[in-house]
């Protein structure tokens, strides 16, 4: 079966403005969380969905958002793009929340470049 | 901030031989995972292991896991050149549902 999709792959955008990027789990998964890697902080959880509703967030500003549709795909939205989001981000899924058997499934993640 | 730390932070190896990643953490867990990542591409699941077991195999990965001293080991057995890539741990609390990663181990496995 087809694995996480995330898109767009690569993103360059200017300081001030906002970016979209989405993710597409597993099909029949319906858990998809978002993380940010970036050199300095390394990995990074930012929030996660489960049916349409946000159950858990990280440490990020309000400037990061997301949300989930009935069909489970996800989008994340950051405003106000600073340098310091510059980041590798990453989906992953799962088929249900709470304690995990077989780990979570990563995209291949978004390159963001803000310039 | 990161729940764990590894050790070593970067690993070189010859081909054949076994490589060794060490994970420490800080507070309880449900269970602990181990991902690897090939140049800045997504993670790939590789073994989890529940709080309440202490050993698991797959493949050529054994993964041991020490709850009392708040530490993993990943062991890759006669690597190949296609190890080659970066290793984090990640902790899943208690709570669940939220993985907190390791700062990684670069291996690199020479042919």
């Known amino acids: 079966k087809a694995g996480v999709t995330q898109t767009p792959r690569y993103l360059i955008k200017t300081r001030g403005q906002q970016v979209t990027l989405s993710c597409s789990p597993i099909s029949g998964h319906r858990s998809v969380s978002w993380y940010q890697q970036t050199p300095g902080q390394g990995l990074q959880f930012l929030f996660e969905?489960?049916?349409?509703?946000?159950?858990n967030k990280g440490n990020f500003p309000g400037r990061f958002s997301g949300r989930q549709f009935s069909n489970s795909r996800s989008e994340m939205n950051v405003s106000t793009l600073e340098l310091g989001d510059s980041a590798l981000y990453l989906c992953a899924s799962s088929l249900a929340r709470g304690p995990l058997v077989r780990g979570y499934t990563f995209g291949s993640g978004t390159r963001l470049t803000v310039v | 901030s990161q729940q764990g730390e590894e050790d070593p932070q970067a690993l070189s190896i010859q081909e054949g031989e076994n490589a060794t990643m060490n994970c420490s953490y800080k507070?309880?867990?449900?269970?602990l995972q181990w991902y690897r990542q090939n140049s800045g591409r997504g993670l790939v699941h590789l073994i989890l292991i529940r709080s309440n077991e202490r050993e698991k195999h797959s493949g050529r990965l054994r993964v041991t896991l020490d709850t009392s001293k708040k530490s993993s080991s990943l062991l890759i057995t006669a690597s190949r050149a296609a190890d080659t890539a970066s290793y984090f741990c990640a902790t899943d609390l208690t709570s669940g549902s939220r993985l907190t990663f390791g700062e990684g181990t670069q291996l690199t496995v020479n042919p």
């Open positions: 969905y489960f049916s349409e509703t946000q159950r």
């Open positions: 507070t309880s867990i449900n269970n």
